[in-house]
């Protein structure tokens, strides 16, 4: 039977994420890396589709799911959160087929600015990316510490912080603004109702420099601050409320362009785990004032 592509239903993103980590884990282990993805409930996915279900996109034969898609679009930012084809059905052509589809959903809204996070070591994504126009723009990398490690180096913070309320809203949206040239709202509600998440706006003195999520496995992100002078202090504040978390570990995702983050998570012990790249239509975001949560948030 031919491949079919056609939209993702709700009652199958459970079984579309378990491909995901299938050839998350099947990439990482070939590249020496070993595992990197676990299994999680497709809340994201969920939420993403009812807001918007042109975004989400299935490859399927015969009832069995071959390929997976995912897009998002905020402002004029479309942005590839998954697009993973099954380990033993790769270059045949599905991940051509699934990335038309989510890119005629950028044309739909007029997306100016076009983007996605891949494996800086994936030379088959990123030439498919390029082939498309999207082309590598930033490093990032994910970088880990045991907490123990880290509290051993932590210092007294001048930061101090709230935890947010609905009524910051508009202020995360300007923060954004300012960071990322467009507004996430709806991905800050989505965030502000994951009972687990928990998020800050972070003052010095009388100024609110920014705000951070930190969730219960001790993961920072996404951060963002008003300039990038507070990137140093706030990526140290967040550390401290990624610690306290309680998780045997503390991670955060850095781009390779924020000097302060960097020098902070190597002084505070964190080490590299998996190598990443931001690739992109054209330049979009200030990368010293924005961290990202993960590769499908951003
Ligand atoms: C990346 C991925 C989605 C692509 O899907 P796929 O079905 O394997 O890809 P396709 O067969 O449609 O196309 C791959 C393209 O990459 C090109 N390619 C392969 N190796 C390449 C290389 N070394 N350099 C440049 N281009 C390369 C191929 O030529 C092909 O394009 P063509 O068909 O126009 O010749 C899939 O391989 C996958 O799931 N990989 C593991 C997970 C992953 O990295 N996902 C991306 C996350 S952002």
Known sequence: MPVVYRPAREDELERA??????????????HGFGKMASLRPAHFQQFSLRDDPEGLWIAEDNGEILGFAFSWVCGDLW??????????????????????????????????????????FNTVSQ??????????????????VPRDAL??????????????????????SD????????SREKHHRYLMSDAGMKGFLLRSGDER??????????????????????????????LKLAAEQGAAQVTAFIPGTSDAALKAAVDHGMRITFPMLLMSSNDFGDWNCYLPRNPGFM
């Open 151 to 172: 509290q051993a180096r932590l210092q007294k913070s001048q930061i101090r912080h709230a935890s947010l309320e609905a009524t910051d809203l508009q202020r995360l």
């Open 17 to 30: 994420e378990q491909l995901v980590v299938q050839s998350i884990n099947d990439l990482t282990q070939r």
């Open 209 to 238: 420099i920014g705000y951070v999520y930190v969730n219960p496995d001790g993961h920072i992100g996404p951060l963002a601050v008003t300039r990038p002078d507070a990137m140093g202090q706030a990526f140290q504040a967040a």
């Open 127 to 144: 030439g498919l990316y390029i082939q498309h126009g999207l082309l590598p723009r930033l490093p990032l990398s994910f970088f880990k």
């Open 79 to 120: 942005f590839l959160a998954e697009l993973f084809v099954a380990p033993g059905q790769q270059g045949r052509g599905i991940g051509n087929e699934l990335l038309a589809r989510t890119l005629a959903h950028a044309g739909k809204n007029k997306a100016a600015h076009k983007a996605l996070i891949t494996f800086a």
């Open 175 to 182: 923060i954004d603004a300012h960071a990322l040239g467009i």
